[in-house]
């Protein structure tokens, strides 16, 4: 089992960056990891408010969620167009939870818990990583910006040299007819330019954007990273929201957003389906949730493999964990006072 | 202490009175070409923020009759009509317990919204656009009136209209009767792709395969279409806007959040309220217009909780020179008169308000046709159990319909009809599920044998809905009575309301036509109409009941002439050159389609029009 930390680390460039059609597939295979990795942590924080409590903060936690799911389709777009495969639905893609997240040289633990400060701290982390103390390093990667300013260079120069071509398997672009909602949108990838805009949405919205922004005295609205997550996530934590003109280190200044921490299911850190008996009720649940989301990690892997009505399943499958996920949640875990949760392992893991 | 009444003010362009359908796209299509618009709302401010709409999802989640009107309460100010007020009418009593003040002798059963929003807020999204006989009852058919426009003239509008509300349908497979699709569509497509069509619909299409039924001594094939419907689904990327050539659609969810609302994925509430905003709401529009500035100054103003009490004219030319209009805490707090002015007026207030408003102020009178033809569609059920489960209560109030009926040479005789397939069960013919599992445990059923009996019963049940077209007689109509006040002193409707033989002969064919359907496709028929039903009627000896079916139309006609029309084909009053009546109310007929889409059409119509005349 190796964390999203270890693989990034682990990919291996020569000198002057990526230079292969194969080293690019495996780079973009692993940014859609990524991406898949922040699902289970917002879908626990989300998940874990009390229906109609905590609206603003819920809403803002559940954007994020809908573009994290964009940003995995918007990777399997470029991944595809430069005749790669991506692949969802495997033992050693789906994260094992607690897990590590790179952070400039250390890499911090992402837990799956519930709606909390701590778990916001966490979310802030996870979209806006330190700076790194170094420049890229030939053992791989310490940043996420890193990784995707690699990703993006190695697009440039294999597309300069024409090493790839980007009209590889168009049947299997997601397309704005399959996915629609949140502020992004779907880029259909054919060609360097579109390529390059799917990332640039990814690195906008998400885990890319530079450390720097933090020093920025410019209006947010100005520097085009107003929607960010890293300032819908600010804004639950300075429990206010971000008005017109200010800055990101100026912080919100907007009306007050109020969070009631306490309008929370509470759920217990990190669960396990280990945890208790085969056959017994509660594991069995555990058991159904986990291959309810095995199910949809299938259904997107083969919509993006091609097998376009696959994308139409994914949407009441996501109903459906959501509905198991709030049941388990609504179970003593007999763990204090706490209750149970998702714990997001492969179906029949051993513990 | 009373507040201060503000002077006239001479600001706007346009003063238009109601925030609904017609009212937002006007406010719209009037900001975009940088024109002042004041809208005044009778009714609360609809709120379309996160909390203020779990407010209203709330409200009607509570409500124990789930009634079209039960998210969107009246305010004492501006009542509104409920469908739980309606009773039988005693000849020579007219029944005043409601909002409306009836005379019958059949009860008017329909309702609407006084709020921002109207009754949008809980149409049921069905988007039909009239057919091209519709527009000519009076010289294809010799009945009913023909209008000063033809389907060919409106279609640009329907165009419009579908890319505003956000269509999904398949134009390929419109089997529409007596049309010439190619003339029709042209090469249109709608801008979303159908919604799939549910399974019950498809298991009665499957079982009617190859089922004729006579009709005035003719054959007629019983098929079964999908729908357009104003509910987001899949954007078609094929879809070309035929105004500006754009090329794809852009979904719009929740009002001014991008962020929120979902395509249809199946509750079955749309009529009052989609929990995930996937059905078209005005208040997308009016969200848009009001989002529209000039110089920094937004070009729309909305003032909710203002009643327009009167519409005021210089007598020498006809002009209109002010709306006066009473605005009202929801306290109990003292209200206000004030008057505002404009270059351009227009009410847009529904149907039956629009009327009351004219007719309060004594306006339009001259052909004595305001008021009159008063329409809707009375709708008969009839409901069974399927002989297999087919799984009702799924998917949007109906996605399709057996559209067969909607013309033909029969129309000289009786009503066309048009039949939605339900898809919530007996809910609205029989208050499922609550009644019958009341009935079940009254039984003496409970436990393993009271969910077998409701796992058997409730997956087969299946209800038609008959809706007949009604056609305009002066008969039908609202007129106000000083003795039948509202709160605020103003006259409530008065309503007088015929079902006529037209409609009873289409009823008498209809039911024959189920009985085959019922023959051919297995059902148990559990229909059953009872004689202390406010919607009871007879014809020929035998009983029917029908419903309201919330599409009120017809009040304030236009057509070719002042003679015989209250309007001219751009719903300017003839009486009145710079007044406008946009809404329901300006449609000589509407045939057998819901009039959300055609008011919605007819309004772009009157938009150009009163641009032209600001110029």
Same mark, same amino acid.
């Given at each position: 089992m190796?964390t999203?930390?270890q693989r990034?680390?682990?990919?291996?460039t020569?000198?002057?960056g990526?230079?292969?059609q194969?080293?690019l597939?495996e780079?973009?295979?692993?940014?859609?990891?990524?991406?898949?990795?922040?699902l289970?942590?917002?879908?626990c924080? =989300?998940?874990?408010?009390?229906?109609?409590a905590?609206?603003?903060?819920?809403?803002?936690v559940?954007?994020?969620?809908?573009?994290?799911?964009?940003?995995?389709?918007?990777?399997a777009?470029?991944?595809?167009?430069?005749?790669?495969?991506?692949? +969802?639905?495997?033992?050693?893609?789906?994260? $094992?939870?607690?897990? *590590?997240?790179?952070?400039?040289?250390?890499?911090?633990?992402?837990?799956l818990?519930?709606f909390?400060?701590?778990?916001?701290?966490?979310?802030?982390r996870?979209?806006l990583?330190a700076?790194?103390?170094? *420049?890229?390093?030939?053992?791989?990667?310490?940043?996420?910006?890193q990784?995707y300013?690699?990703? /993006?260079n190695g697009?440039?120069?294999?597309?300069?040299?024409?090493a790839i071509?980007?009209?590889?398997?168009?049947?299997?672009?997601?397309e704005?007819?399959?996915?629609?909602?949140?502020h992004?949108r779907i880029?259909?990838?054919n060609s360097l330019?579109?390529?390059l805009?799917?990332?640039?949405?990814?690195?906008?919205?998400? /885990?890319g954007?530079s450390?720097?922004?933090?020093?920025?005295?410019?209006?947010?609205?100005q520097?085009?990273?107003n929607l960010? $997550?890293y300032?819908?996530?600010?804004?639950?934590?300075?429990?206010?929201?971000?008005?017109k003109g200010d800055?990101?280190r100026?912080?919100?200044t907007?009306?007050l +957003?109020?969070?009631?921490?306490?309008?929370v299911?509470?759920?217990?850190?990190?669960?396990?389906?280990?945890w208790y008996?085969?056959?017994?009720?509660?594991?069995?649940?555990?058991?159904?949730?986990?291959?309810?989301?095995?199910?949809?990690l299938?259904? &997107?892997e083969a919509?993006?493999?091609?097998?376009?009505p696959?994308?139409?399943?994914?949407?009441?499958? %996501? =109903?459906?964990?959501?509905?198991?996920i709030?049941g388990?949640?609504n179970?003593?875990?007999?763990?204090?006072?706490? %209750?149970?949760?998702?714990?997001?392992?492969?179906?029949?893991?051993?513990? | 202490?009373?507040k201060?009444?503000?002077?006239?003010?001479?600001?706007?362009?346009?003063v238009?009175?109601?925030?609904?359908?017609a009212?937002?796209?006007?406010?719209l299509?009037?900001a975009?070409?940088?024109?002042?618009?004041?809208?005044?709302?009778?009714g609360?401010?609809t709120r379309?923020?996160?909390?203020?709409?779990?407010t209203?999802?709330?409200?009607?989640?509570?409500?124990?009759?789930?009634?079209?009107n039960?998210?969107?309460?009246?305010?004492a100010?501006a009542?509104?009509?409920d469908?739980?007020?309606?009773?039988? !009418?005693?000849?020579?009593?007219?029944?005043?317990?409601?909002?409306?003040?009836?005379?019958?002798p059949?009860?008017?059963?329909s309702?609407?919204?006084?709020?921002?929003?109207?009754?949008? =807020?809980?149409?049921?999204g069905?988007?039909?656009?009239?057919?091209?006989?519709?527009? #000519?009852m009076r010289s294809?058919?010799?009945?009913?009136a023909?209008?000063?426009?033809?389907?060919?003239?409106?279609?640009?509008?329907?165009e419009?209209?579908?890319? /505003?509300?956000?269509?999904?349908?398949?134009?390929?497979?419109?089997?529409?009767?007596?049309?010439n699709?190619?003339?029709?569509?042209?090469?249109y497509?709608?801008?979303?792709?159908?919604?799939?069509?549910?399974?019950?619909?498809?298991?009665l299409?499957a079982?009617?395969d190859?089922?004729?039924?006579?009709?005035?001594?003719?054959?007629?094939p019983v098929?079964?279409?999908?729908t357009?419907q104003?509910r987001n689904?899949?954007?078609?990327p094929?879809?070309?806007?035929?105004?500006?050539g754009?090329r794809g659609?852009?979904?719009?969810?929740t009002p001014?959040?991008?962020?929120?609302?979902?395509?249809c994925?199946?509750n079955?509430?749309c009529v009052?309220?989609?929990?995930?905003?996937?059905?078209?709401?005005?208040?997308?529009t009016l969200?848009k217009?009001?989002?529209l500035?000039?110089?920094?100054?937004?070009?729309?103003?909305?003032q909710?909780?203002?009643?327009?009490?009167?519409?005021?004219?210089d007598?020498?030319?006809g002009r209109?020179?002010?709306?006066?209009?009473i605005?009202y805490?929801?306290?109990?707090?003292?209200?206000?008169?004030q008057?505002?002015r404009?270059?351009t007026?227009?009410?847009?207030?529904?149907?039956?308000e629009t009327?009351?408003?004219?007719l309060?102020?004594?306006?339009?009178?001259?052909?004595?046709q305001?008021?009159?033809n008063?329409?809707? $569609?009375?709708?008969m059920?009839t409901?069974?159990l %399927?002989?297999?489960?087919?799984?009702?209560f799924?998917g949007?109030?109906?996605?399709?319909?057996?559209?067969?009926?909607?013309?033909g040479?029969?129309?000289s005789?009786?009503?066309?009809f048009?039949?939605?397939?339900?898809?919530?069960?007996?809910?609205?013919c029989a208050?499922a599920?609550?009644?019958?599992?009341?009935?079940?445990?009254g039984?003496?059923?409970?436990?393993r044998?009271?969910?077998? #009996?409701?796992?058997?019963?409730?997956?087969?049940?299946?209800c +038609?809905?008959?809706?007949?077209?009604?056609?305009?007689e002066?008969r039908?109509?609202v007129?106000?009575d000083?003795?039948?006040r509202d709160?605020?002193g103003?006259?409530?409707?008065v309503?007088?309301?015929? !079902?006529?033989d037209?409609?009873?002969?289409?009823?008498a064919?209809?039911?024959? !036509?189920?009985?085959a359907?019922?023959?051919q496709?297995?059902?148990q028929?559990?229909?059953?109409y009872?004689?202390n039903?406010?919607?009871?009627?007879?014809?020929?000896?035998?009983?029917y009941?029908?419903?309201g079916?919330?599409?009120?139309v017809?009040?304030h006609? %236009?057509?070719?002439?002042?003679?015989?029309?209250?309007?001219?084909?751009?719903m300017?009053?003839?009486?009145?050159?710079? &007044?406008?009546?946009?809404?329901?109310g300006?449609?000589?007929?509407f045939?057998t389609?819901?009039?959300?889409?055609?008011?919605?059409?007819?309004?772009?119509?009157a938009?150009?029009?009163i +641009?032209r005349?600001?110029?």
């Open positions: 190796s999203i930390t990034l680390r682990r990919l291996r020569s000198a002057g990526i230079d292969t194969a080293g597939a780079h973009l295979q692993v940014a859609m990891e990524l991406e898949l990795s922040t289970p942590p917002y879908m924080a =989300l998940y874990s408010i009390v229906d109609g905590n609206l603003e903060a819920a809403g803002l559940r954007s994020v969620l809908m573009e994290e799911m964009l940003h995995v389709s918007l990777a777009n470029v991944l595809n167009a430069i005749g790669g495969r991506p692949v +969802l639905a495997r033992r050693e893609v789906l994260p $094992h939870y607690p897990t *590590a997240l790179p952070d400039s040289d250390q890499s911090f633990t992402v837990n818990q519930k909390s400060r701590e778990a916001i701290a966490t979310f802030l996870i979209e990583p700076a790194p103390s170094a *420049a890229p390093q030939a053992d791989g990667y310490h940043t996420i910006g990784f300013g690699a990703i /993006e697009l440039k120069r294999l597309a300069k040299s024409r071509t980007f009209t590889h398997r168009p049947e299997c672009q997601v704005a007819s399959d996915y629609y909602n949140g992004g880029i259909t990838v330019e579109t390529a805009e799917a990332l640039n949405e990814i690195r906008h919205q998400g /885990e954007i450390h720097s922004v933090m020093e920025d005295n410019e209006p947010l609205d520097l085009g990273y960010a $997550h300032f819908r996530f600010m804004e639950i934590a300075e429990g206010r929201r971000f008005q800055s990101p100026g912080g919100p907007g009306p +957003l109020p969070v009631d921490w306490n309008a299911r509470n759920m217990v850190p990190n669960p396990r389906a280990a008996p085969a056959g017994s009720p509660i594991r069995r649940q555990m058991d159904d949730c986990n291959a309810c989301f095995l199910l949809l299938q259904s &997107l919509a993006f493999n091609g097998d376009k696959r994308f139409r399943q994914a949407v009441p499958l %996501m =109903l459906e964990l959501k509905q198991r709030t388990l949640m179970i003593p875990s007999g763990i204090a006072d706490t %209750m149970l949760g998702p714990s997001f392992e492969w179906p029949g893991s051993p513990a | 202490m009373p201060k009444s503000r002077a006239p003010s001479p600001e706007y362009d346009v238009i009175v109601g925030a609904g359908v009212g937002s796209i006007l406010a299509e009037l975009k070409q940088h024109r002042r618009v004041l809208v005044l709302e009778a609360r401010s379309d923020d996160e909390d203020g709409w779990r209203i999802l709330d409200t009607f989640y509570n409500a124990l009759a789930k009634v079209p039960s998210p969107y309460p009246p305010t100010s009542p509104q009509p469908v739980l007020q309606y009773n039988p !009418i005693t000849p020579g009593v007219p029944d005043s317990a409601g909002y409306f003040v009836q005379h019958g059949q009860t008017f059963s309702d609407y919204t006084r709020s921002k929003g109207g009754t949008g =807020l809980h149409w049921l069905t988007t039909l656009r009239m057919l091209p006989s519709d527009f #000519r294809k058919y010799g009945v009913g023909d209008w000063p426009i033809a389907y060919e003239d409106l279609k640009p509008c329907y419009r209209a579908e890319h /505003e509300i956000g269509v999904a349908g398949a134009v390929g497979e419109q089997r529409l009767p007596g049309v699709a190619k003339r029709f569509w042209g090469d497509q709608f801008p979303m792709q159908k919604l799939p069509d549910s399974y019950l619909a498809r298991r299409a079982r009617l190859g089922l004729k039924v006579p009709l005035q001594g003719k054959p007629f098929y079964v279409t999908p357009p104003g689904s899949t954007p078609n094929d879809y070309v806007n035929p105004q500006t754009e659609f852009q979904p719009v969810g001014g959040d991008p962020r929120r609302g979902e395509r994925m199946g079955a509430s009052p309220i989609c929990p995930v905003q996937a059905k078209y709401s005005p208040l997308r969200h217009a009001q989002a500035t000039s110089e920094g100054q937004p070009l729309v103003r909305l909710c909780q203002a009643v327009a009490s009167r519409v005021l004219t007598p020498a030319t209109v020179t002010g709306i006066e209009y605005t805490d929801q306290n109990g707090g003292p209200t206000s008169t008057a505002v404009a270059k007026y227009v009410v847009a207030a529904h149907s039956v009327a009351k408003l004219l309060i102020s004594g306006l339009a009178q001259q052909s004595d305001l008021g009159r008063l329409m809707d $569609h009375p709708t059920m409901w069974g %399927m002989p297999e489960p087919v799984w009702p799924r949007p109030g109906s996605t399709n319909a057996i559209p067969v009926f909607r013309d040479a029969f129309r005789e009786h009503s066309a048009v039949v939605p397939i339900d898809n919530w069960g007996w809910n609205w208050f599920p609550g009644a019958q599992l009341g009935e079940w445990v039984q003496g059923l409970f436990g044998q009271l969910r077998r #009996r409701v796992a058997r019963d409730f997956s087969r049940q299946i +038609l809905q008959w809706e007949f077209e009604q056609l305009g002066a039908n109509r007129t106000i000083p003795r039948f709160a605020l103003l006259p409530r409707p309503i007088h309301y015929t !079902i006529s037209y409609v009873r002969k289409a009823m064919a209809a039911a024959g !036509i189920n009985a359907i019922c023959r496709a297995g059902i028929d559990c229909t059953s009872s004689p039903s406010p919607g009871y009627v007879e014809y020929e000896g035998k009983g009941v029908y419903r079916c919330g599409h009120l017809g009040t006609r %236009m057509g070719a002439g002042p003679h015989d029309s209250v309007t001219d084909s751009w300017r009053c003839w009486e009145h050159p710079n &007044l406008y009546l946009v809404g329901c300006a449609m000589p007929t045939g389609s819901n009039p959300t889409l055609t008011m919605a059409a007819l309004t772009y119509r938009a150009d029009s +641009l005349d600001l110029v």
